[in-house]
Every structure is written in structure tokens, then in C-alpha cells.
């Protein structure tokens, strides 16, 4: 596993009218501060690839849909580490991504999916790097 990142499943509470879908505690694992919050749509096959902040910790859920991330730690150029964590109802989890991690996401699922990015930091575009989808040997096509 990557070091810093941590995969930790949410819970549902089942309610009448529609369920209560948990995110984060500042008590959670992964929490730092807040800085920000937002949502992000992902039309079905498409691909958000790839972003590397340098102070910046994401903790990312996905309340509606169906998404594959895909998280590269290139900071041993010598032993770079894959990881791929696809998030739905199946697998309602939160992933939290440390800084100086390449991170890409793809919809699964038709229609939109929704991403909600809980962040330590407000955006700076200044402390973001990134590179386009052929930068990076990933095959994004689905199986």
C-alpha cells in the first residue's frame, strides 16, 4: 500500500425516505484541518487524469456512482507503487491521498457519477502539478 494513503469505509445508515451516507469527522483518521469542500461530476467512461498536489491532503468520497481511482507514489523513483481503489455503494469508503501523490479517476458508471474532495487546504494552483493522460503508462480503457 501506499505510504500516507488510507482507504476507510463509511457508513450508511438506513433511514426511511433515503439513507444517511457518512463523509468525515474531524475525529476521523485522515483529518487535518479544513479547508475545502466541493463536488466533482464524472460522465461515464471519462477519465480526470493526472494531478500531484504538494502540501495538499484529499480525502475523496463518492456519495452517487461509480469511480476508479488511480493513485501512482513516484517519490522512490527507483520503486514507484500503483494503486487502484474504485469507490460505489458496493464500497462506500473514503480514500485520503497525502501530498506528492499522482492521483487520476475514471466513471464507471452511466450517467454521472459524484465526487466530494474534503480538503486540508483551500485550492492554490500554485502548489499543483500536472501532467496529461499519456504522461503517466496507465490503460484507462475499461475491461
Given at each position: 500500500m501506499i505510504k500516507g494513503l488510507k482507504v476507510t469505509p463509511l457508513d450508511i445508515i438506513q433511514t426511511s425516505g433515503g439513507n444517511v451516507m457518512h463523509?468525515?469527522?474531524?475525529?476521523d483518521t485522515g483529518f487535518?484541518?479544513?479547508?475545502?469542500?466541493y463536488f466533482s461530476n464524472i460522465e461515464y467512461q471519462a477519465v480526470k487524469a493526472w494531478k500531484r498536489?504538494?502540501?495538499?491532503?484529499?480525502?475523496?468520497?463518492?456519495?452517487?456512482?461509480?469511480?476508479k481511482f488511480v493513485i501512482l507514489d513516484d517519490r522512490m523513483q527507483d520503486k514507484p507503487e500503483l494503486?487502484?481503489?474504485i469507490i460505489s455503494m458496493e464500497n462506500?469508503?473514503?480514500?485520503?491521498i497525502?501530498?506528492?501523490v499522482w492521483l487520476g479517476f475514471q466513471?464507471?458508471?452511466?450517467?454521472?457519477?459524484?465526487?466530494?474532495n474534503i480538503a486540508d487546504m483551500e485550492h492554490d494552483p500554485e502548489e499543483v502539478d500536472r501532467?496529461?493522460?499519456?504522461?503517466i503508462d496507465y490503460d484507462w480503457r475499461l475491461n
Open positions: 463523509a468525515m469527522k474531524k475525529s487535518v484541518q479544513f479547508g475545502e469542500a498536489h504538494h502540501s495538499m491532503t484529499l480525502n475523496l468520497v463518492v456519495p452517487v456512482g461509480r469511480v494503486q487502484e481503489v462506500y469508503c473514503r480514500i485520503t497525502p501530498p506528492m466513471g464507471l458508471s452511466k450517467g454521472n457519477s459524484v465526487l466530494l501532467k496529461t493522460i499519456t504522461q
